[in-house]
């Protein structure tokens, strides 16, 4: 009888082998200056939508609104709802009253990516307001 220790370990062929999905690095950097290349773009573009004092004040209001009520949701549906209503009330006010335009989030493909962009340009916004800069 052979015992485990005399057995010879063999390696597996190639056939049985189970498939792995692999990227080489240059695939996934490639990858990533492209997204990050899109965003780029896609952040400059919503800041070209959003050039009034009246929008960019609403914005810093209205995003934030509407980025809490997402989280607030599975905790308060009615306060999430209300949250969703003003921010939003104030986006449409910011781009119909002063700026004279239509959201960017209605116009554009990848919606993902106009989300962070918003998220993006009211951090921008606010850190300016923050450090005394005018907007």
């Not at 390696?11 to 997204?35: F, I």
Request: charge should be positive; aromatic fraction near 10%; proline fraction near 7%.
């Amino acid at each position: 009888m052979m015992e485990a220790s005399d057995q010879v370990e063999r390696p597996m062929p190639q056939s049985e082998a189970l498939p792995t999905r692999s990227y080489p690095l240059a695939v996934l950097a490639d990858k990533e200056r492209a997204l990050k290349k899109a965003f780029n773009e896609r952040l400059v573009y919503y800041k070209s939508q959003h050039r009034t004092v009246g929008c960019k004040v609403t914005h810093m209001f209205g995003v934030p609104m509407i980025a809490v009520s997402v989280l607030a949701f599975p905790f308060n549906k009615k306060i999430s709802i209300l949250l969703q209503v003003l921010g939003w009330t104030l986006q449409l006010i910011g781009h119909y009253v002063y700026e004279h335009n239509s959201p960017v989030l209605l116009r554009l493909p990848q919606p993902h990516l106009t989300v962070i962009a918003a998220l993006e340009f009211v951090r921008e916004e606010w850190q300016r307001f923050l450090e005394g800069a005018q907007l």
